[in-house]
């Protein structure tokens, strides 16, 4: 479904990505994994249109998307839940979520998702008309999900989502990424906390320093000795 | 009655106030918006009195003796002119320097200021010398009690509450307006939610250049005497209102601009130099005591 070939990305002369290259395959969770600065938010900064790529190439569903606008690779079916989930502080809860439904034109279709985000995240419902700004941390990850199902794409792009939250709130994120999963949206998570990530995948890369390196089925991956050396702890 | 508490200096404090907060909106909603002090907003402004003008000589024969049609049309005219400059400058000089740094915008604020106000001057059919505005509609007096308050005054403060509720009404409400407000917390999240976001920002230049082409046509029926430097301290002290209401705050504009055009009127007429100077101890004041401003916030709507 996804492809990505041979990424390189550039912040002014520093190359963040140097030679990132994946396959996410249609209905799988597929994994990318690697210590702070590896490149992991700037891959899918890239793949979301948000960071210019300065070479190699970025298919979806067999369309060529390198380097296309945010806002025109949104309604080809990507949704991304960005790094500290950029709530939008000052609009509610049901703003951030209408929103999330710009580019349908069927509202009340916008609506419908809405309702149906509140049904995976009660605490959404309870909280629709306060400020997104209010919100705990694990509140506002749901919510940052929640906007990304109401985008409504068939790839979500997960950028660390059990970031600053309690053990208890990553095993919810993390069933409920299994569990949209399930309803045939394509994941492709972006994790530090491997172990949890490995555990739910079908695929995993290994990203260092701007290169793809390791890859393979998460089951292999999780036994592999170098990767459980260096991202289990073990 | 002594000066400070006159009812008369209250009306047309008011009065400067409405046409100030037209052309403060939009010096804090392009600062929401993009971050940037557009230095050329109090040109707009300008070109909303000219536009005015010569709308009014266009029209005047062809709707003779209808004079609510004819302000109408010279409204229209003069605040879709600004608006349009509006739009162009910021795709033309503010767009190609977006991501670049900030210095780099405002001295292109700076330099499209000048350029506009220079082009006007040199132009022949506009020319550096003072106009007189026409008498678009003819002044009449009411007189209550002790204050005299004419129908000028009504006009103004009556275009300015319909406009202020109307963009009230368009932020709050419309969805478009939820995406101003989007854009101005977050541009990565709002890109993320599939929104153009320079579709949103050109649309905010044009209701900021509006707003400043209304305010034109309200400043030239009050204070009847066009010139193509006329919007530089207007456009000053309308962005000082804005910092003092807290940049990128739409009630704080408007309430620093009442605030400052009832500060002024009350000052001026203690001495004239002083209600010149007002506008910029309250400036300094506020940087002083309170930099956010009076509604400005950490986690304010920046729009
Ligand atoms: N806006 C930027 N300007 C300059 N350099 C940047 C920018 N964003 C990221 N970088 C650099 O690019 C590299 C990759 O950063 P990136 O944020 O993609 O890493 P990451 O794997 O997501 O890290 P983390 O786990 O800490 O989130 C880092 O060296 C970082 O310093
Ligand atoms: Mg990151």
């Known amino acids: 479904m996804l492809s990505v070939k041979n990424l390189k990305v550039c912040y002014g002369k520093i190359e963040a990505l140097k030679d990132v290259s994946f396959e996410v395959p249609k209905g799988k ?38 380097n296309l606008d945010a806002h025109k690779i949104v309604p080809l079916g990507i949704s991304h839940v960005p790094e500290g989930r950029k709530i939008f502080p000052t609009l509610t809860v049901k703003e951030n979520l209408e ?58 792009l997960l950028d660390e989502p059990s970031m600053g939250l309690a053990p208890v709130l990553v095993d919810e994120i993390f069933n409920q990424i299994v569990a949209i999963n399930k309803r045939g949206i394509t994941v492709l998570l972006v994790e530090q906390n491997a172990s949890e990530a490995l555990d739910i995948a079908d695929y995993a890369y290994i990203l ?12 292999a991956i999780a036994e592999d000795q170098r990767v459980r050396e260096a991202y289990l702890g073990v | ?25 939009g010096y804090t909603m392009v600062y929401g918006i993009v971050r940037l002090i557009n230095f050329a907003h109090g040109d707009f402004f300008m070109i909303g009195a000219y536009a005015a003008y010569a709308a009014f000589f266009a029209f005047n024969a062809m709707v003779a003796g209808r004079t609510g049609t004819l302000a109408f049309i010279v409204l229209v005219i003069a605040m879709a002119t600004s608006a349009s400059v509006a739009w162009l400058a910021n795709k033309l000089a503010y767009k190609p320097l977006r991501y670049k740094p900030k210095l780099s915008s405002l001295i292109t604020a700076i330099g499209v200021s000048m350029f506009i106000e220079y082009f006007f001057s040199a132009f022949p059919a506009i020319g550096a010398s003072y106009r007189a505005f026409p008498e678009i ?9 002790p204050a005299v308050v004419s129908n000028l005054v009504l006009i103004d403060l009556a275009v300015a509450a319909i406009l202020m509720i109307g963009l ?113 101890a309250i400036l300094i004041l506020v940087l002083l005591i309170r930099p956010t401003g009076l509604l400005g916030e950490k986690i304010a709507d920046k729009i």
Do not use: C
């Open chain 1, 29 to 66: 969770i597929v994994t990318l994994i690697g210590a702070n600065g590896a490149g992991k938010t700037t891959t899918l900064r890239a793949i979301s249109g948000l960071e210019k790529v300065t070479s190699g190439t970025i298919t979806f569903k067999d369309r060529d998307i390198t």
């Open chain 1, 208 to 219: 260092e320093v701007g290169y793809t390196t390791i890859s393979g089925e998460a089951k």
């Open chain 1, 99 to 156: 929103l999330a439904g710009w580019t349908i034109r069927d509202k009340a279709e916008v609506r419908r998702r809405m309702e149906e985000v509140y049904d995976i995240f009660p605490r959404i419902r309870e909280r629709a008309n306060q400020l997104g700004g209010t919100l705990s941390g694990g509140e506002q990850q749901m919510l940052a999900v929640g906007r990304a199902l109401v985008t409504g794409g068939e790839l979500l």
């Open chain 2, 137 to 145: 509609i003819p002044r009449r007096d009411i007189h209550i009690g």
């Open chain 2, 1 to 25: 009655m002594g000066p400070l508490i006159n009812p008369q200096q209250i009306i047309n404090g008011l009065q400067l106030g409405s046409i100030y907060a037209l052309i403060a909106l």
């Open chain 2, 168 to 280: 009230t009404l368009l932020v709050r409400r419309t969805t478009l307006g939820k995406a101003m407000r989007a854009v101005s917390q977050d541009k990565d999240a709002a890109r993320l939610m599939g929104i153009d976001i320079e579709m949103v920002i050109s649309f905010t230049f044009l209701i900021g250049g509006a707003f400043a082409g209304a305010a034109g046509l309200l400043a030239g029926m009050t204070y009847p005497r066009i010139f193509p430097y006329m919007g530089i301290l207007p456009g000053l002290k309308a962005f000082i209102a804005a910092v003092l209401g807290g940049i990128g705050n739409i009630p704080g504009a408007m309430l620093g601009a009442y605030i400052m055009g009832i500060a002024e009127t009350f000052a001026s007429a203690y001495n004239s130099l002083i209600g010149e100077g007002i506008a910029f």
